[in-house]
């Protein structure tokens, strides 16, 4: 995380799944004074957070279907995706590109890249994310951005006894 949060210079997030919603357990903040604003226990709500998206493409649809009855899919910015259906196309998006993007979906003027962790029998048991303002993101250093934290997803994950030959 230390690597990622010196490289882009923002602010890294580990978060987990918690009774339908994400939830921060650990984040390294952006060198910057004007960054994303979170805590460590803040929750956030699955479908508009790139976490969200990792920690719910590698499910069955039924699963996810099951976890996301009752949610009301709250626009909280004009790109949030405000269905169940919208949210079940992403997520087989983020399946076939390994990360997920969050583009103003949660915050205004916020970007997020995202990828997941896999445990020892090849489940997502956690996302790391980097959060950028709009105004800093680079979109010509996106693939290296994504390349980076999918290393670090991998170094994690085998640490945690993953498979990641796959």
């Known amino acids: 995380m230390r690597h990622l949060n010196e490289l882009t210079g923002e602010t890294v997030h580990l978060g987990?799944?918690?009774?339908?919603?994400?939830?921060?357990?650990?984040k390294l903040d952006s060198r910057y004074t004007l960054r994303m604003y979170s805590r460590i226990g803040r929750r956030a709500p699955?479908?508009?957070?790139?976490?969200?998206k990792v920690l719910m493409a590698w499910r069955p649809e039924a699963e996810v279907r099951q976890i996301l009855?009752?949610?009301?899919?709250?626009?909280?910015?004009?790109?949030?995706?405000?269905?169940?259906?919208?949210?079940?196309?992403?997520l087989g998006q983020v399946r076939g590109q390994g990360f997920a993007e969050d583009h103003e979906e949660f915050e205004d003027n916020m970007r997020c890249l995202a990828a997941?962790?896999?445990?020892?029998?090849?489940?997502?048991?956690?996302?790391?994310?980097?959060?950028?303002?709009?105004?800093?993101f680079q979109e010509a250093s996106k693939a290296s951005y994504v390349e980076e934290m999918l290393?670090?997803?991998?170094?994690?994950?085998?640490?945690?006894?993953?498979?990641?030959?796959?």
């Open 16 to 26: 987990i799944f918690d009774e339908g919603a994400i939830v921060y357990v650990h």
């Open 46 to 52: 699955l479908y508009c957070t790139g976490i969200g």
């Open 69 to 90: 009855a009752h949610e009301n899919f709250v626009r909280r910015t004009p790109n949030t995706l405000d269905s169940l259906d919208a949210y079940l196309a992403e």
């Open 116 to 136: 997941p962790i896999h445990d020892r029998f090849g489940q997502v048991i956690a996302g790391l994310s980097v959060s950028f303002p709009c105004f800093r």
């Open 151 to 166: 290393a670090t997803t991998i170094q994690i994950s085998a640490q945690l006894g993953a498979d990641c030959r796959r």
